[in-house]
């Protein structure tokens, strides 16, 4: 009898770690679940690279400075934004307006103003520290504020111009950053979660060249020429005696000076303003590792600004948390918008809410898996009971 009494112990504790296992898989196919809809976009963050030295290259340091105008007007922080400018023109010696950049003949706009953080200059700015910066791969003694710190839900913008050539950029006019090697970093990006989404542009000479070794989810590129063709400039200063901008910035920027933060005006749009027979001497190229549909929908503020409206659907959420996991900690989320210099309080918010929501789900119990464990233990004991009395 003490035997039939201990296999049938040991046949209740293990119906019970069976069924514990079971309920757990099923608490982690939840979280997995949870982990999907979180995966979405509550951050901007923004590269921008003038890889070019020398005065008569002074157009690529106004390039990026234009772009890095816009992306502050448009409300990314100065925080979430990775300046790398080959050269300082601004003081130049041969900068007879000493301090400024102009980003056009008219000299009316002046990007450099009293506000622009450079996080990489000069000799900083090389293919190695780009391809860190995207890896994250940095040394200890690099600061926080020269790192890129995305994450998988960041939308994440990469601008390149210099002069380039099939396959590859130059930096510093010595250096050179090879397609396989910028393929091979967003892979790196993308297997470590560091980007939701990654829009890709590229001022420069065979600029869609660049974009061959880029087979990784979730990319959008942009290109100022095909892989055969040069990439131009225009509005040359007398005084200054050098070109101010090139052609496919400027057009981009011009119709970027109607876009608002919270604007509903896509990429689609942009790109079909700036591909004009005769406009830019060379023929952009815009490519997508995305469906096109999606593509169609990607609204210029979702990589340019930080603005975005986010919409939680509560009723595929209640199906997907099984209609009782946690409701009170979703309900401030189920409709929310992020807008301007707020991002960085709505992303600590966003991160604090999935982190609650993970540390309830691996913690608290399912209540099938208390129920059914009572039950056993209580057939246990009146079993042992009734045998052994």
């Not at 409701?327 to 960085?344: F, S, T």
Request: proline share 4%; charged share 25%.
């Amino acid at each position: 009898m003490a035997i039939s009494c201990k296999g049938l112990l040991y046949g209740c504790l293990l119906s019970t770690t069976c069924i514990r296992y079971t309920c757990q898989g099923k608490t982690s196919e939840n979280l997995k679940k949870v982990e999907e809809w979180t995966a979405t976009h509550s951050n901007t963050w923004v590269v921008i690279v003038g890889a070019s030295r020398f005065w008569y290259n002074y157009r690529h340091e106004a390039n990026p400075l234009s772009i890095y105008r816009t992306v502050k007007r448009l409300g990314v922080h100065d925080s979430r934004i990775i300046l790398m400018l080959g050269e300082d023109f601004a003081c130049n010696p041969r900068n007879i307006y000493p301090g400024t950049i102009f980003n056009n003949g008219r000299k009316d706009i002046d990007v450099y103003g009293h506000d622009v953080e450079v996080d990489y200059r000069g000799y900083e700015v090389t293919p190695t520290n780009f391809v860190r910066i995207l890896t994250g791969r940095h040394d200890d003694s690099v600061p926080r504020s020269k790192r890129l710190m995305s994450d998988r839900h960041s939308n994440v913008l990469i601008y390149l111009t210099g002069h380039g050539g099939e396959g590859f950029l130059k930096f510093q006019d010595t250096m050179v950053l090879f397609s396989p090697e910028l393929g091979d970093s967003i892979k790196q990006m993308w297997q470590r979660r560091r980007y939701n989404e990654l829009l890709f542009i590229a001022d420069t000479c065979h600029a869609e060249s660049l974009f061959d070794q880029i087979k990784s989810p979730h990319v959008i590129g942009m290109f100022s020429s095909n892989r055969h063709e040069d990439s131009y400039s225009r509005d040359r200063s007398k005084d200054l005696g050098v070109y101010t901008i090139d052609a496919f910035t400027a057009a981009m920027l011009q119709y970027m000076e109607g876009v608002l933060p919270d604007s509903n005006e896509t990429l689609d749009n942009l790109f079909k303003n700036i591909n004009k027979p005769g406009l830019l001497g060379s023929h952009p190229v815009l490519k997508y590792t995305i469906q096109r549909s999606e593509f169609l929908t990607k609204r210029i503020t979702e990589f340019f600004g930080s603005y975005q409206s986010m919409t939680l659907p509560s009723e595929s959420i209640k199906e997907t948390l099984q209609g009782s996991l946690y409701p009170k900690a979703l309900e401030p989320h189920v409709a929310r918008k992020i807008k301007g210099n707020n991002e960085d309080e709505q992303f600590k918010s966003d991160f604090e809410f999935r982190r609650k929501i993970q540390t309830k789900t691996e913690n608290s119990p399912n209540k099938f898996e208390v129920g059914t464990s009572f039950i056993l233990l209580f057939a246990l004991v009146g079993s042992c009971v009734f045998l052994l009395g």
